[in-house]
């Protein structure tokens, strides 16, 4: 038997929870070289790394048949959360049921004066988040000096989120002949620092694949136009209509909005971010459980230790930070052998920019276009049609006469009309994407094309001009349609494009209406009539001469046109990308952890809708 090394009650434990065989990183660290050795275990999350560490610590504390009672406890587990420490803790207590060990749980939102009665009731094996377990052990509640274990569970977000002090506090008061086991998915520098300050001798397991992410998570990404975010999202949620979906965003601000706009759009959808209370937070997880939510909208750092068994797609609103932020929330769904769906939405700007982290975290994601209301009302047919010729219960009377009914009134085709509307009435309609995912074709002519007029605007690609975010700014500032505007020629300080002929004086009334000069937003970008057509002025600048007199460069970075502080505003409406530069205000999705930081660059603290 694969756990015949174990002593008797755990072994009793596993069988009736129908355990056949180990996980890979459970079967590591029972392997004969990990007994009595300090552990720093890479595994990913839903790998079966709770179990894994308290068979670590099972021969140990069981010896010579347990240590019946205690006045302070042997094994002390901390988390980053609320959430995954009362989650370690359920765990922990049928693993040790029938050894009879206690565990309390020590954790923020629950009554400080019962936990710390229980832990002078005596505790075995105490679970809790750093901040609290750091309290009752000032106050003398949580005595450490008879530790044998001491377990960090997702030790990478502890640091994130801030918790370094405490930990440290916590681990120093701990005496030097107990184990340390560090478990992480990831094992960036600071991790690899306290591994080598509090652990001695460690035995390294990781039972990721370095050659590619999470074998469980299909990775898909999707290049959109900024104005199209949103819209794409919708699209998505209603392609996968997933039993249970989780959205990333940036910041609270923009949590809120993407949730009260997918309530309003007709989605059962809840939301998570550092301004919820905690009877908050578990309404929303109960709702998302018990299936009355299948949405939820968060932060990363609301969303870390939450485990939803239901959970199969993660989408990514707003770009991750980094590699290990991306793999943090991607891993939210593919856990314990389910399948899982993380998608990337990526504003045409920011491309390369995810290329190269997707290739960091060594993920191979396919580049897809957003599904279209076409493909979304296939599948939303085939889905019902599935539904509809399953097997179909023992009918009662009173079903079969309202069925005689119907038939005798309509036809079987127009009940099936029927029943088709009516289903189709209660789905949340899909959105037509205004930008199609496609470069505009360069030096292209169309009908209506054969008289036009060129004008010119104050950017180029210093300031990171793209036609994809171009056109719908045009849109915007000119009341004219994607159609209307032809070739666009851009150069490194200034913008040419075409306009028909005939709508030429509608465009420039329009240009005039929209423009308010020096704002920091889309309005204040100049756009005129030029003199010149992009020929002429490329033979100009190959004489030495230049676009035009230019401002340079605006503060904040490469963000999009200007880079100025409002960097999610410059594109208007739901528009731009809030980006690398600036602070990513209210206008558009901005990125407010990004790039490397520099003078006002990696979009601020508040990103934005």
């Known amino acids: 038997m694969p756990f015949s090394t174990l002593p008797e ?46 068979l670590a610590m099972a021969n140990d504390l069981l010896a010579d048949g347990g240590p019946g009672y205690v006045t302070a406890p042997l094994a002390l587990v ?80 502890m640091l994130d989120m801030g918790f370094r002090e405490d930990l440290e506090q916590l681990l120093d ?42 074998g469980d998570i299909t990775y898909q990404a999707m290049a959109v136009s900024p104005s199209d975010i949103e819209h794409a999202v919708v699209n998505l949620l209603r392609f996968h209509e997933a039993e249970t979906a989780m959205l990333f965003c940036a910041t609270r601000d923009n949590v809120n909005h993407l949730h009260a706009t997918l309530n309003e759009r007709g989605f059962a959808a809840v939301a998570l971010s550092g301004e919820h209370s905690q009877n908050e937070r578990n309404r929303a997880l109960q709702a998302l459980r018990d299936g009355r939510a299948r949405v939820c909208v968060a932060t990363d750092v609301a969303a870390r230790g939450i485990d939803i068994a239901t959970l199969n797609l993660v989408v990514h609103v707003e770009i991750p930070r980094d590699a290990e932020t991306l793999q943090h929330r991607s891993g939210r769904t593919g856990r314990a052998g389910r399948k899982g769906t993380a998608v990337l939405i990526v504003p045409y700007p920011r491309r390369r920019r995810v290329e190269m982290m997707l290739r960091g975290a060594r993920i191979d994601a396919e580049w897809v276009p957003v599904p279209g209301a076409d493909a979304i009302r296939e599948r939303d047919a085939e889905r019902m049609l599935g539904r509809m010729i399953a097997t179909v219960e023992e009918p009662s009377e009173h079903e079969l006469a309202t069925a005689e009914r119907l038939l005798a009134e309509k036809t079987p085709q127009e009940l099936a009309l029927a029943l088709v509307r009516a289903h189709m009435a209660t789905l949340p309609q899909p959105e037509d994407m205004a930008d199609t995912g496609e470069m505009p074709e360069r030096g292209r002519r169309r009908e209506g094309f054969d008289e036009v007029v060129w004008f010119r605007m104050d950017i180029g690609r210093r300031q990171n001009a793209d036609p994809r975010w171009l056109l719908p700014l045009l849109c915007r500032r000119g009341h004219v349609s994607r159609n209307e505007i032809g070739a666009i020629r851009i150069s490194a300080n200034q913008t040419h494009f075409q306009i028909p002929n005939a709508i030429a004086a509608r465009f420039s009334a329009a240009l005039a209406r929209t423009a308010q000069e020096g704002a920091e937003d889309e309005s204040g970008i100049h756009i005129e009539l030029s003199p010149d057509t992009p020929r002429e002025v490329a033979r100009t ?18 963000g999009g046109p200007r880079g100025n502080r409002e960097g999610g505003r410059e594109f208007g409406g739901r528009g731009g990308p809030g980006g690398e530069g600036g602070r990513g205000g209210r206008g558009g999705y901005g990125e407010s952890r990004g790039a490397p930081r520099g003078p006002r660059s990696a979009g601020g603290d508040r990103g934005g809708y």
């Open 9 to 54: 009650p755990i072994v009793a434990a596993l069988t009736e929870k129908g355990y056949a065989q180990p996980t890979s990183v459970q079967a590591a660290v029972m392997e004969p070289e990990a007994t009595g050795r300090d552990l720093l275990v890479s595994a990913q999350t839903g790998s079966g790394k709770t179990v894994a560490f308290g």
């Open 78 to 157: 901390v988390a980053p959360t609320r959430e995954l420490a009362l989650q370690v803790s359920k765990e922990l207590e049928w693993l040790f049921a029938q050894a009879r060990l206690r565990i309390v749980t020590c954790v923020g939102g629950m009554d400080p004066i019962r936990e710390r009665r229980a832990l002078h009731g005596g505790a075995h094996i105490v679970v809790g988040t750093p901040g609290r377990l750091r309290d009752h052990q000032e106050r003398g509640a949580l005595d450490l000096s008879a530790l044998r274990f001491v377990v960090l569970d997702e030790a990478d977000e």
């Open 173 to 214: 008061a701990t005496p030097e002949t107990r184990r340390t086991f560090l478990f992480s998915a990831t094992m960036p520098k600071p991790i690899v620092a306290m591994a080598r300050r509090y652990q001695n001798d460690a035995l390294r397991i990781s039972t990721i694949d370095e050659r590619q992410g999470h």
């Open 541 to 558: 600048n190959a004489r030495g001469g230049n676009d035009r007199p230019q401002r340079g460069p605006r503060p904040g970075g490469s």
